[in-house]
């Protein structure tokens, strides 16, 4: 079975540029969330997608932006990178977003450096 | 608001030493999950436990075990007889269900344990 998987697992952008990171959500999950988080901090929920539309935001600019296919994988947008967006980026996959009898699992991270 | 606090922020042990880590969380609804999360260098966070808001029964798993107490909103994580390979970031985690059923997790700032061989 597999689980969630994250990809690049590392990648280095320059200020400015653009970066798309992917995430498969674990097999029978419908639902992806992505998260940042920074050097030494928890991570922080950035956004949620199911059915392919965004559910619910965090408190992260319009420069995020997220996408979800047919087929429950996902993508994340970052635009105009900033130093400060220098983080692992961590996608989570859970069942029609509700948590209740079912868990929330985690990939292994894509580490952003931005230069 | 929802808030999570895990005050320490590093602890070191002595294998075989008993450890707990201390979670307090805030949050106005009656109805919330908690949950703890293992982050080991290589980044990915391993689920421990989730715990439902209605459920204050104690859990033990193995060496683990967690201590759910409402009147102090407190979730604490116990491992016992630590083990080297328990050295990781230990993340407590809040998350409320909203009207759309979509819930996010607010985590923890983390607590870092060495467990000295």
């Known amino acids: 079975d597999a689980g969630v998987t994250q990809s690049p697992t590392h990648l280095i952008k320059t200020r400015g540029q653009q970066v798309t990171l992917r995430c498969s959500p674990k097999?029978?999950?419908?639902?992806v969330s992505w998260y940042q988080q920074a050097l030494g901090q928890g991570p922080q929920f950035i956004f949620q997608?199911?059915?392919?539309?965004?559910?619910q935001r965090g408190n992260f600019p319009d420069r995020f932006s997220g996408h979800q296919y047919p087929n429950y994988s996902s993508e994340l947008n970052v635009n105009a990178l900033l130093l400060g967006d220098s983080a692992l980026y961590l996608c989570?996959?859970?069942?029609?977003?509700?948590?209740?009898?079912?868990?929330?699992?985690f990939g292994e991270g894509s580490w952003l450096t931005v230069v | 608001a929802q808030k999570v606090t895990q005050a320490q922020t590093e602890i070191s042990v002595v294998e075989k030493e008993d450890v707990t880590l201390d979670c307090v969380y805030e949050?106005?609804?009656?109805?919330?999950?908690l949950f703890w999360y293992k982050q080991p260098p290589s980044g990915e966070l391993v689920f421990l436990i989730r715990?439902?808001?209605?459920?204050?029964q104690n859990e033990i798993s193995g060496r683990y075990s967690w201590n759910f107490q409402k009147s102090t909103s407190s979730f604490n994580f116990t491992i016992t007889a630590s083990q080297v390979v328990d050295s990781a970031v230990y993340f407590c985690?809040?998350?409320?269900?909203?009207?759309?059923?979509?819930?996010?997790?607010?985590f923890g700032t983390g607590t870092r344990l060495t467990v000295i061989p």
């Open positions: 097999s029978g999950h419908d639902t």
């Open positions: 989570a996959s859970s069942f029609q977003g509700l948590i209740d009898g079912n868990t929330i699992y």
């Open positions: 985690a809040l998350s409320e269900a909203d009207q759309t059923g979509a819930n996010n997790l607010f």
């Open positions: 715990r439902n808001s209605f459920d204050e």
């Open positions: 949050t106005r609804d009656t109805t919330y999950y």
């Open positions: 997608y199911y059915e392919e539309e965004e559910r």
